[in-house]
């Protein structure tokens, strides 16, 4: 993603991850996390404004499950994703995890 487009801080990350969208499931790492989006890093394919499900493994054990809009596509390194259907309950869990970072 642009980062002048960001309104919130990222997170430099490695967190397991699996994905949904257009192409089947994936594996991939979230490589930045921010309230408004993260990066994916995967080979999976998808289509720029596709809406995508991904899975964060936040701890050991411990899932979350958000959607979101694929903001940029680069081929062989992966996807950003702008959260654009945080629930309360969503927003709330990545807030948690976010802070203590």
């Known amino acids: 993603m642009d980062k002048n487009r960001r309104s919130d801080e990222r997170v430099p990350t ?3 991850a ?3 969208g257009v192409s089947g499931d994936h594996d991939g790492r979230v490589e930045d996390l921010s309230l408004g989006g993260c990066f994916v890093n995967t080979t999976g394919r998808v289509d720029e404004g596709e809406v995508v ?3 964060i493994e936040l ?3 411990k899932w ?3 959607r ?3 903001a940029s596509y680069q081929i062989g390194f992966g996807f950003g994703l702008l959260f654009s259907f945080l629930t309360e309950d969503e927003e ?3 807030q948690e995890f976010l ?3």
């Open 14 to 16: 490695n967190l397991q």
């Open 18 to 20: 699996k994905w949904n």
């Open 53 to 55: 499900a991904v899975e």
């Open 59 to 61: 701890r050991p054990g």
């Open 64 to 66: 979350l499950e958000l």
């Open 68 to 70: 979101g809009e694929v």
């Open 92 to 94: 709330d869990a990545l």
């Open 99 to 101: 802070s203590s970072q």
